[in-house]
């Protein structure tokens, strides 16, 4: 967003802002300008995926009684998830879940703040190619969950065949079906992503708008100033939104799970 910014500001990019925008260049110097399979936001995924495995190494590499500054972050992060989100969500039988649910709760988090990092300033959860895959493997863990819970026939019956009078299940049950096999993976990826390329857009709007206007009219600089002004007050903002959409996705991933447990509707 600050090249863009950048740019804008010596009067050659476009404004407003655009879709256009979240496709990325590759940062590769082979496959071509064009080429889209590996580029900043590729880069970004790694690192985070390098930075949790390295964090939670290291926290964890020689545990104390009376533990590190790295260890008590890490454990308070495990004992967050574990005891707020799986216990409280699905019960005792929640700590088993509980080492996925940190995992997927640190790694949307981390790539999600990247959307405010200085650098990056994108998120790979504004693609919705993330979240759909994220959505996908917990789509894929409650299924796999209640079917080894239930087997196969009784997992169906539970999912499909609510405690309801036999003359209303013709429509009751594909309206379950939706709900739960598809309904719910969608509902998954698109609140993420939403949220995301919207915050995203967002600060481009208001960063950029404000170089807009300057270039535009030196009469309309006390505008710009209260453009960049609402970014400061949006990146806030956005960085309550990274934190809490982590948190519903997690929350929402262990509320399905509990249901594939339960033993009624």
């Given at each position: 967003?600050?090249?863009?910014?950048?740019?804008?500001?010596?009067?050659?990019?476009?404004?407003?802002?655009?879709?256009?925008?979240?496709?990325?260049?590759?940062?590769?110097?082979?496959?071509?300008?064009?080429?889209?399979?590996?580029?900043?936001?590729?880069?970004?995924?790694?690192?985070?995926?390098?930075?949790?495995?390295?964090?939670?190494?290291?926290?964890?590499?020689?545990?104390?009684?009376?533990?590190?500054?790295?260890?008590?972050?890490?454990?308070?992060?495990?004992?967050?998830?574990?005891?707020?989100?799986?216990?409280?969500?699905?019960?005792?039988?929640?700590?088993?879940?509980?080492?996925?649910?940190?995992?997927?709760?640190?790694?949307?988090?981390?790539?999600?703040?990247?959307?405010?990092?200085?650098?990056?300033?994108?998120?790979?959860?504004?693609?919705?190619?993330?979240?759909?895959?994220?959505?996908?493997?917990?789509?894929?863990?409650?299924?796999?969950?209640?079917?080894?819970?239930?087997?196969?026939?009784?997992?169906?019956?539970?999912?499909?065949?609510?405690?309801?009078?036999?003359?209303?299940?013709?429509?009751?049950?594909?309206?379950?079906?939706?709900?739960?096999?598809?309904?719910?993976?969608?509902?998954?990826?698109?609140r993420?992503?939403?949220?995301?390329?919207?915050?995203?857009?967002?600060?481009?709007?208001?960063?950029?708008?404000g170089?807009?206007?300057?270039?535009?009219?030196?009469?309309?600089?006390?505008?710009?100033?209260?453009?960049?002004?609402?970014?400061?007050?949006?990146?806030?903002?956005?960085?309550?939104?990274?934190?809490?959409?982590?948190?519903?996705?997690t929350?929402?991933?262990?509320?399905?799970?509990?249901?594939?447990?339960?033993?009624?509707?």
């Amino acid at each position: 967003m600050f090249g863009q910014a950048n740019v804008l500001a010596q009067g050659e990019a476009n404004f407003p802002p655009s879709v256009e925008d979240f496709y990325l260049p590759s940062i590769l110097p082979w496959g071509g300008h064009e080429s889209y399979w590996f580029t900043k936001i590729t880069l970004m995924v790694w690192i985070a995926v390098g930075i949790l495995i390295l964090f939670f190494l290291l926290s964890y590499r020689k545990p104390q009684l009376v533990p590190t500054k790295k260890q008590w972050f890490a454990e308070s992060i495990y004992g967050f998830v574990r005891n707020n989100i799986a216990v409280d969500m699905i019960g005792h039988r929640g700590v088993a879940f509980a080492p996925y649910f940190t995992t997927l709760f640190c790694f949307i988090l981390l790539t999600n703040l990247f959307a405010i990092v200085p650098g990056f300033q994108i998120s790979p959860n504004s693609h919705i190619a993330f979240p759909a895959m994220l959505a996908v493997i917990s789509y894929v863990m409650f299924i796999f969950v209640g079917i080894r819970q239930h087997g196969f026939a009784k997992y169906i019956k539970n999912s499909l065949v609510p405690p309801a009078p036999w003359y209303i299940l013709p429509l009751l049950t594909p309206i379950e079906f939706m709900s739960t096999f598809l309904v719910r993976p969608f509902s998954l990826a698109v609140r993420l992503f939403a949220n995301m390329f919207a915050g995203h857009m967002l600060l481009l709007v208001f960063t950029l708008g404000g170089f807009a206007m300057l270039n535009a009219n030196a009469l309309f600089a006390p505008v710009s100033l209260l453009s960049w002004v609402m970014t400061v007050a949006l990146t806030f903002l956005e960085a309550l939104v990274i934190v809490l959409q982590a948190y519903v996705f997690t929350v929402l991933t262990a509320s399905y799970v509990q249901g594939s447990l339960a033993d009624e509707h």
